[in-house]
């Protein structure tokens, strides 16, 4: 083993440059080794040098993916051999990341490594859509929760509180609107869909728990970032300002 080896665990934010932290733009420019996943965009990966080892493990739903042991596998195997081993993670690395078991593999292989907070897009992608999730009047709280298994949610509890950002849930949307209606929320609650915030093909969709099942029924979604509650309402203000702020 390498004794000056190293696996940084690296949050790619968004999956642009844009979005990036410095410090997991220098990673990138220094890696060895590239194991990232399916979200992570195209212009990050050209900023890896010439040489670098490029994996692909991405998990995306509904679609034939690498199991995380083998990930483990991975990154041990070379994490022993190569000096600058970079798992590159969509949005934060401890945001729905699995990172934990990473770090075991990691620490039981006695391979040494780093942990690399990125932006998730629980917290950008309505920022560039024009919502807040907190609003002194309209929201105190916000919980953020993955929705790809829908029946595993406490909706009693969540539906208590002002601002909900789902992630994972775009395939499940019609059953997340009946679990909000079924447990006290207002079909006229507000409701916005986010689908690849911060990229060029960035598409967002905004109703009411009684309309955006019918709204988006041809769309595809996924991936999308769902934020349900009253702030939503605020987006016609706030992304007409924020346009106006970027035109000048």
């Known amino acids: 083993m390498n004794s000056l080896s190293k696996v940084y665990l690296v949050g790619a934010g968004l999956g642009s440059v844009a979005h990036l932290t410095v410090r997991a733009y ?3 420019k220094q890696a060895d080794v590239l194991i990232y996943d399916a979200l992570v ?10 040489n670098c080892l490029k994996l692909e493990v991405g998990k995306r739903g509904g ?4 199991p995380q042991v083998e990930i483990n596998q991975l990154l041990v195997e070379y994490g022993q051999q190569y000096p600058c081993v970079v798992r590159l993670k ?15 593999a990691l620490t039981e292989a006695g391979c040494a490594f780093e942990v690399i907070p990125g932006l998730s897009s629980a917290l950008a992608a309505p920022l560039l859509a024009g919502i807040p999730l907190t609003d002194p009047v309209q929201s105190r709280c916000f919980a953020v929760a993955s929705a790809h298994e829908p029946d595993a949610l406490e909706w009693e509890a969540l539906c208590q509180l002002e601002t ?8 499940q949307l019609p059953e997340i609107v009946e679990q909000l209606f079924r447990h006290g929320r207002s079909l006229d609650t507000p409701i916005a869909l986010i689908r690849w915030a911060g990229q060029p093909q960035q598409q967002i969709w905004t109703g009411t728990l009684g309309t955006i099942v019918r709204q988006t029924a041809h769309e595809s979604l996924s991936p999308a970032v769902i934020v349900i509650g009253d702030v939503v309402a605020l987006r016609p203000y706030l992304s007409q300002k924020m346009q106006w702020m970027t035109d000048e």
């Open 41 to 50: 965009g195209e212009e990050l990966l050209t900023l890896a040098p010439p």
């Open 164 to 171: 909900l950002v789902l992630l994972m849930g775009a395939r």
């Open 26 to 28: 220098e990673l990138l």
């Open 90 to 104: 969509s949005g934060d690395p401890f945001i729905f990341g699995r990172s934990t078991a990473e770090i075991q």
């Open 63 to 66: 679609a034939e993916s690498t």
